[in-house]
């Protein structure tokens, strides 16, 4: 079976870009059951920029209870946390020295970040790129489901396997691709629809979060920026209404309908109906999910355990990658 790898940075505010460009997307390829799963909490990639200890360990938790409350069952798929299969960091020092600083310093994620300041951004940061093909090629996975904004990554992740397998002469690592389908590849801000909606916003009420009550999600839909104009007749009556279409994208993700299907359905209707139609739909799919994670929440030690049956599954593939890489290279192993 062909592997699918992806992982979620813990570093707070799980929000509804997160749950329908990945995590809603990491359910439906676990259950098709025709590729292998693993997903993972990227403890070692949130801590590129200051994370409180205390707060880490938390959102890993609560991180990890979402995607189990989301349907991620530990049964189908290998579910893990990072820092506790340690082969990961262990090829991505590997990869630190096949990947070219050019290659990292062009990354818009790296840009965006790091800013005007590059020089005081962590050393950490700029690699974090080598560290996420790390993350995937110490798999074998060939694809690997994310929103639009980490297309860039994972297309120097197989970069980084192409000059690996050139500079050593063999056909080892894959060339791992994107998977980016559906309504919801890039969910955008419900302030300012020219922005993606993101973790770091410092307004709320640009987010839904996955732990955000009933009330809150329909109070952040009916206050959500739009225009004044009715829905077209078509989804390309959109094309210059980024608002707009931004709450028609959500609600086909959502619904599991084509963004077309929901124009169609709509046409004609003022935001003060369609808004409201949003969140009683939003808070029908998101209530379960908020509800079933603080549950879990309340039992951390079952977390953990089954992070730590997660770790040792995923070991018994990456101890074998890891092996044969280190022999590639030449690094002599222990017997
Ligand atoms: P992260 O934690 O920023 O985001 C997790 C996933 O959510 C997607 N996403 C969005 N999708 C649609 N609309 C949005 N507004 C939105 N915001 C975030 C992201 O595209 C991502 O799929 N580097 C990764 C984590 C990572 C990883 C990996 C992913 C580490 N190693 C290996 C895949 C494979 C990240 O920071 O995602």
Redesign the pocket.
Known sequence: KPRV?????P?GNL????Y????KRFVDTQNEAEFETVY?M?DL?AITVWQDPAQLAHNTRELAAGFIAAGIDPAKSILIN?SQVPEHAQLAWIFNCVARMGWMGRMT?WKDKAGKNAEAASLGLLA??S???A??LIYHATH???????KQ??EL?RDIAAKFNHDYGVDFFPLAEPVIEGA?????SLRDGTK????SDPSDASRINMTDDADTIAKKIRKAKTDPDPLPDSYEGLADRPEARNLVNIYAALAEMTPEAVVADHAGQQFGQFKPALADLAVDKLAPITTEMSRLMADPAEIDRILAKGALQAREITTPILKRTYEIVGLVASV
Do not use: W
């Open positions: 790898f992806s992982g979620i940075q570093s929000h509804l870009g997160n329908l460009g990945a995590l993972c990227v990639h990072q994620q974090y790129p560290l996420m093909a993350d995937i690997v489901p994310v929103g639009e904004d980490q990554h994972i992740t919801a590849t890039r969910v955008m993606k909606m993101s973790k």
